[in-house]
């Protein structure tokens, strides 16, 4: 059965600082991208971060860049994917999704949830201001 689990979500001050774990299970990750999402009550879920297969690219969403580091540790056949949000605001509170996928070998943007064939079921972040 294959798992993406999400941890390290809270509540936290504004200006304060959380790191999202993702753990994997079921199947080999290790050649898979992996991104993280999030979605605020009411509005579509949206891109925040991804880092390929090989973990030397990353990219993010304007939102976010300069404050959230993405990273991976590819450990023997278990992948666990982190997030690093720093400087956290008020508009940063949502659920939080990790997932998988191989957009690297495809056709399918990083940005859009349908290059990720595999997802967690979320961590929800609050921020108060």
Known sequence: ?????????????????????????????????????????????????????????????DSVKGRFTISRDNAKNTVTVYLQMNNLKSEDTAVYYCAAGKYSRSSLFYTRPNAYDYWGQGTQVTVSS
């Open 1 to 61: 059965q294959v798992q993406l689990v999400e941890s390290g979500g809270g509540l936290v001050q504004a200006g304060g600082s959380l790191r999202l774990s993702c753990a994997t299970s079921g199947r080999t990750f290790g050649d898979s991208d992996m991104g993280w999402f999030r979605q605020a009550p009411g509005k579509e879920r949206e891109f925040v971060a991804t880092i390929k297969w090989s973990g030397d690219v990353t990219y993010y969403a």
